[in-house]
Every structure is written in C-alpha cells, then in structure tokens.
T-cell receptor, first 115, second 115 residues
Framework: GAGVSQSPSNKVTEKGKDVELRCDPISGHTALYWYRQSLGQGLEFLIYFQGNSAPDKSGLPSDRFSAERTGGSVSTLTIQRTQQEDSAVYLC?????????????FGPGTRLTVT | AQSVTQLGSHVSVSEGALVLLRCNYSSSVPPYLFWYVQYPNQGLQLLLKYTSAATLVKGINGFEAEFKKSETSFHLTKPSAHMSDAAEYFCAVTTSGAVSYQLTFGKGTKLSVIP
C-alpha cells in the first residue's frame, strides 16, 4: 500500500516568510510525528498527534512553529517568520500504535532552505 | 529520560568484510530499540527492532542486532558488507513509559563500503 507522503519535496524561501509543509500518513494510522533533521542537531522530535488527543508539542523549538492535523489524517507543519537556522529536512512519520509491534514509518521528507 | 550514543560518525569497511555499528542507550525503563537506514536523499527505512522478545533480532538485508541489557547496547552487524549497504544508519530508542512513544535518535553513523 501507499506509504507516508510529504509535500513539497523541496522548498526554498526567503528569511521572514511563512512556510507550510504537508504530511499524508499511511491510511488508518492514528499516530503522526514530525521530526527535524539538521546537520548540527541530528534527528529531533518536534510534535506528536494521536487521534483526537491533545498533541505533544514538547519538541517544538519556538512559538514560530505550529502544526495541525485535520480529520485525524493529513497534517500541516507551519513555520512563521522563517530563520536561516530553520533550514533542515523535515520528516513526517506515522504509526498504527499496535504496541508492542510498534514502529514508525517515515516519509521522504521536505528539504527546507531559508535564504 | 532516554538517550542514544552511536560510536563513530563514519565507518569504512571493505566489501565482504564484517559490518559493526555500535549503539549504546540510556533508559530508566525497559527500552524498545530500533535501527533505521537512510540512503541519500531518502527517508528513513526500518532495518530491525527490539521489543522485549528475542534478544537477537534479525532484520532486512542480512542485518541483525543483539540487545545486551548488561552492556546497555544494541550493536548492528552484518557478516559481509555489500556496496549497496553504503548509507547512514541511525539507532533509536523509545520506552513504554514515554507519553508519545517519540523516538530518540543517535547522531547517526555513515557507512562507506570500499570495493
């Protein structure tokens, strides 16, 4: 079946602009995660959604970052007033939460470059 | 709190030689451990996982890893390296005590295979 998809695959934006990154999880997966992969920091957790529960936003680096998940499916990560340090690959993952056969399936990522 | 340490940011092996990528974890509760592989410009692909069943875990592409609680290790091995194994490898941990089962990743090890 279809895997996790993300769009756009690449995004170049000017400093100070807002960007939206989209994630389509695997159908039926109730859990959705956003991670950021950057040269200096490696892979970092950003935010987690599970069903209709309040999201775990503990990994968001600043209040310029926000995310929503509509209808328990598609998610959008928004970065306002982008800064050069926001340049990174943003990865989305989804999971069925079938514990302990738990694993996260990752999308190909969106490469964000802030100029 | 949980953390992962991968020893060696770069490892080079000759084609046909043993591959050994090291991962040590820190966790106050029993962990769930994962190895992911990332090929250039692609997302993360799960190689194998440990979820408290057998301590020797076999994964895809001939890789395996052994969970050693006494050493807090989960090293990845493959008896004979192939050129197609050249990629970056990430060890990750989560626990049943984690609120969101977010993965905590190591910094990654880039594997080069020399013909």
């Amino acid at each position: 079946g279809a895997g996790v998809s993300q769009s756009p695959s690449n995004k170049v934006t000017e400093k100070g602009k807002d960007v939206e990154l989209r994630c389509d999880p695997i159908s039926g997966h109730t859990a959705l995660y956003w991670y950021r992969q950057s040269l200096g920091q490696g892979l970092e957790f950003l935010i987690y959604f599970q069903g209709n529960s309040a999201p775990d936003k503990s990994g968001l680096p600043s209040d310029r970052f926000s995310a929503e998940r509509t209808g328990g499916s598609v998610s959008t990560l928004t970065i306002q007033r982008t800064q050069q340090e926001d340049s990174a690959v943003y990865l989305c993952a989804s999971s069925s939460r079938a514990f302990p056969n738990y694993e996260q399936y990752f999308g190909p990522g969106t490469r964000l470059t802030v100029t | 709190a949980q953390s992962v340490t991968q020893l060696g940011s770069h490892v080079s092996v000759s084609e046909g030689a043993l591959v050994l990528l090291r991962c040590n974890y820190s966790s106050s509760v029993p962990p769930y451990l994962f190895w992911y592989v990332q090929y250039p410009n692609q997302g993360l692909q799960l190689l194998l996982k440990y979820t408290s069943a057998a301590t020797l875990v076999k994964g895809i592409n001939g890789f395996e890893a052994e969970f050693k609680k006494s050493e807090t290790s989960f090293h990845l091995t493959k008896p004979s390296a192939h050129m197609s194994d050249a990629a970056e490898y990430f060890c990750a941990v989560t626990t049943s005590g984690a609120v969101s089962y977010q993965l905590t990743f190591g910094k990654g090890t880039k594997l080069s295979v020399i013909p």
